[in-house]
C-alpha cells in the first residue's frame, strides 16, 4: 500500500504546485500595464520585421539585418526590465493574492511552495513579454527574410533568443525577491538593487569593471556575448 501510495501523493503535490503557479499567474497578469507591455512586446516585434524586410531588400540577411535581431532582443528586454519593476510590489493586489493562496491551499498546496512558485509565474509572465516576440522575429528572419541560410552569422538569432530567457531569469528573479521582501515598498527595493548601482558604477569604476557592477551592466555584456557577430 505505502509504494502504491507515495506515487500518488508525489502526483498530488506536484499537481497542486502547478496550481499555485497558475494562480499566482493570474494575480501577477492583472492590470493594464502587463497588458499594454505584451501589447507594445508584439508591436516591437512587427517593426523590427518591417525593417528587417527592407533592409534585406538588394543584400539579403546580412550582418545589418541580424543586428536588428539583436537590438530588437534588447529593446524586448529593457521591456522586460519594466514590466519586473511593475511585479516587484504588492501594494495593489494583496486582497486578490491572498483569495488565490487560499484557494490554492485548499487545492493541496503546501505555503512553503509559495516563493518558488511566484518566481516560476514571474518568470514565465516575463518569458511571454521578451522571448516569445523574440523567437517570432527570429523564425521570421530566418524562414523569410534570409530564406532558410544566414551563414555562421546566423548562430546570432539564437543567441538574441538565449539572452532574452537569461534576461527574464534574472529579471524575474531579482523582481520576485523584491515583492516577497518588500511587499508594498518593493518597487523602491527594486529601484536599489537593479537602478540605483548601474550609474553608480559608471561614474565611479573604470569601463572594463563598471559593467560587472550592475545587472543592467552584467546584461548588457551577456547581450555582447551571445549576439556576436550581428554588428
Not at 170 to 189: F, K, M, P
Request: charged content about 15%.
Amino acid at each position: 500500500m505505502a509504494m502504491t501510495a507515495q506515487p500518488t501523493e508525489i502526483g498530488t503535490r506536484q499537481r497542486a504546485r502547478r496550481n499555485l503557479v497558475r494562480l499566482l499567474g493570474l494575480t501577477l497578469h492583472r492590470g493594464w500595464t502587463i497588458r499594454a507591455a505584451q501589447i507594445y512586446g508584439w508591436a516591437a516585434m512587427v517593426g523590427f520585421a518591417a525593417m528587417t524586410w527592407v533592409a534585406s531588400r538588394g543584400y539579403g540577411a546580412d550582418s545589418t539585418v541580424l543586428a536588428l535581431v539583436a537590438r530588437a532582443a534588447g529593446v524586448l528586454a529593457w521591456l522586460g526590465a519594466f514590466a519586473a519593476f511593475t511585479l516587484s510590489s504588492t501594494a495593489k493586489d494583496n486582497a486578490v493574492r491572498s483569495a488565490l493562496l487560499a484557494l490554492a491551499f485548499a487545492r493541496g498546496a503546501e505555503q512553503s511552495d509559495t516563493d518558488k512558485a511566484e518566481v516560476v509565474a514571474m518568470v514565465r509572465l516575463l518569458l511571454g513579454i521578451v522571448v516569445l516576440p523574440t523567437i517570432a522575429l527570429a523564425a521570421f528572419v530566418w524562414l523569410v527574410v534570409a530564406g532558410g541560410e544566414t551563414g555562421r552569422e546566423g548562430w546570432s538569432l539564437l543567441g538574441g533568443c538565449a539572452f532574452g530567457v537569461v534576461a527574464c531569469i534574472v529579471l524575474g528573479v531579482v523582481a520576485s525577491l523584491c515583492r516577497q521582501r518588500g511587499r508594498a515598498w518593493g518597487r523602491t527595493w527594486f529601484l536599489v538593487v537593479v537602478v540605483l548601482p548601474w550609474p553608480l558604477a559608471e561614474l565611479m569604476l573604470p569601463p572594463q569593471t563598471a559593467e560587472l557592477a550592475s545587472i543592467p551592466g552584467l546584461l548588457g555584456l551577456v547581450w555582447k556575448t551571445f549576439t556576436v557577430g550581428s554588428g
